[in-house]
């Protein structure tokens, strides 16, 4: 089953259940995907790309969360991170540390990287092998410490 089929079946369950705060996280995830569906004119949305809708939504909900803190507005910062934590759930499990720092180490050494110079060409190659198993900022402040070590 597709990750796109799994939210459009959790997205009924929570409405036969009538849990309106899952239903409408869902639909408006269900939306987003759907606007990639029009844009790029396909038929089904490839898991990849329901991944990157996902991680954009929580990405919104971390920025939102930050700014409703500084704002003393912690009803509305619980509200996202429980919002959060539901996106959470369909995103796949992150890449550990190590296994990160090995696959950096790994691309360094192939590519000939000599310098912070040769951080964007280490940076897409680190970003295509992990696909979407890491947070693109955990990815840059590694590639940055292993290439400062040069």
Known sequence: MSLEDKISQDYVLAMKARDS??????????????????DKRLETVP????????????????????QFKAGNRADLAE??????????KYLPAEMSAEHLKSIIEAVVLASGASSIKDMGRVMKEVLVRTAGGADNQTVGALVKERLTQI
Do not use: G, Y
């Not at 898991?47 to 920025?63: G, M, P, T, W, Y």
């Not at 509200?79 to 959470?88: A, G, I, N």
């Open 21 to 38: 705060f899952t239903s409408s996280v869902l639909s408006f995830l269900r939306a987003q995907i759907k606007n990639v569906k029009v």
């Open 79 to 88: 509200k996202e991170e429980k919002e959060l934590s539901l996106l959470k």
């Open 47 to 66: 898991d990849e790309d329901v991944i990157s809708v996902i991680k954009k939504q929580a990405k919104q909900r971390l920025d939102s969360i930050t």
